[in-house]
């Protein structure tokens, strides 16, 4: 179902977006889910990744190897983490390319910046903690004032 009128919703012009976004729209686009244990701490489910995090592999060949990242790499909408080599035919080794969205932020690398869209993350995701839910004391309330049961607004 589309909700707004002004997004397409064509395969062709999706694709089309997404493959030709700004660098500055890519660092969003290549985000990664924080670890559990950090997702607990800063009430935030996932982050840009930046240089100098450290990741865990979830997904793929190297699943379950650790490192920091060397280089957040745009442009190939890869991230580069160290240790995660191969060495090529004339003997130099070369970063391997791993898809930011299969692995998890073990440890943030943190600044006032990062600091701040935390702090603005969780706050926004606390306003939406209560949204949309009634507590068994908000029930027993709207029955005692005489509002409508739910029966009776069916």
Known sequence: MKYNP????????SRKAHFT???SVRRILMSAALSSDLRNKYNVRSLPVRKDDEVQVVRGTFKGREGKVVQVYRKKW???IERITREKVNG???NIGINPSKVV????KLDKDRKALLERK?????A??????????DVAAAAVAGGPSLQEID
Do not use: C, E, Y
């Open 105 to 108: 932020i073990t440890k943030l």
């Open 21 to 23: 976004a700004p660098s």
């Open 92 to 94: 130099t080794t070369v």
């Open 6 to 13: 002004r997004v397409s919703s064509s395969r062709r012009k």
């Open 122 to 126: 969780a706050k926004g995701r606390a």
């Open 128 to 137: 939406d903690k209560g949204k949309g839910k009634f507590t068994v004391d």
């Open 78 to 80: 890869v991230i580069h």
